[in-house]
């Protein structure tokens, strides 16, 4: 056993093996805070909400905050920002915490393996990832777990690239951050971050248009595409500007920080994208255009998007967490094998 989990800024998703199949459990990083009363707590006991009491208030946690918050006339509040632990969310430690155990559980047995994304130091803020890595490890090994940070744009390419011995570029479309990785030979050359994603996508498309982040999102997720074609001057018609943006923006910052000197000789890149923001139709392609139209200083061979943009990240973290069990497992046969030489 060992499993992999992807912190992310929206969601939290756990991933281990049961058999041939990969098995993942998900919840919204997201929380509402609302009175304690006999109705919430007579309503709350009755199910398999996830929720904890603090004084005269109740924390409803994870995919049902959404609906608590509208059910009480209230907002969601989210513990992460642009990747890391909000800083301005006071409550984030608590409620990361409990999403975290109900998502991963208990540990198969003491100090199985896990490896937990972790995103890389954004080039364009100062934001700093190392306080969010080492509390994130910090719950975790109380749990019981071995847990190894891994980089998120490392868990894509050990995710999406295992047919390419884990060498390419490997980019995960999040919602706080996009994470970028190249990688040879399963041994990370470049990664870095920026901090735009989609939250920023629709932050710009709400104010742009005088519309809720909140019902930006749902349009987003529930039926837009980018086909370019529809709605100039509504949601949608902001949500393609700005997507194309952040492409672009991405883009230009893969060739300022990818160098020639990265890259060996005569070696043609396989690019893979992942992640909710990559979810709509037409995402690839106009990746693929944008990325065409771009001086990138290296030669790319193919550039595809995975099959489950939502599950990349926790898959790469267990195929990490199996193949270094693997590797423990067999040290420890060998140093069997010597003793009773
Ligand atoms: N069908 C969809 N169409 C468009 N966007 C989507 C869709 N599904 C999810 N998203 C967006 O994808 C983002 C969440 O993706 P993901 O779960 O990969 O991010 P995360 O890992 O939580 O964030 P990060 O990696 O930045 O910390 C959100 O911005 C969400 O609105
Ligand atoms: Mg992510």
Redesign the pocket.
Known sequence: MAKGL??????ILSAQQDGTDTVFVQQR?SFVEIEYSDMAEQMLSRSEVLHIRKDDKVYVVGDDALNFANIFNKETRRP?KH?ILSSSEKSAIPMMKLIIEQVVGEPAYRDEKLYFST?ADPIDSDLSTLYHQKTIESFLSDMGYDAEPIN?GMAVVYSELADNNFTGLGI????????ICLSYYAVPVTKFSVAR???W??EQAAQATGTPVDKV?SI??DE?QLDFQTDVGGVEGALSIYYENLLEYVINQIVTEVDEEDIEEGLDVPVVVT???S??DGFEELFRDHLEDANIPFSISDVSHANE??YS?ARGGLVAARSDEDVDHGQEEEAEAAASE
């Open positions: 992807d912190v992310g800024t929206m969601n990083n992460m990747g995103p998120e995960s479309f999040g919602a706080g951050m996009t994470n994603g989609g939250d996508v629709d999102t987003k997720e837009f992640g909710g923001t979810s709509p943009p939502l990240v």
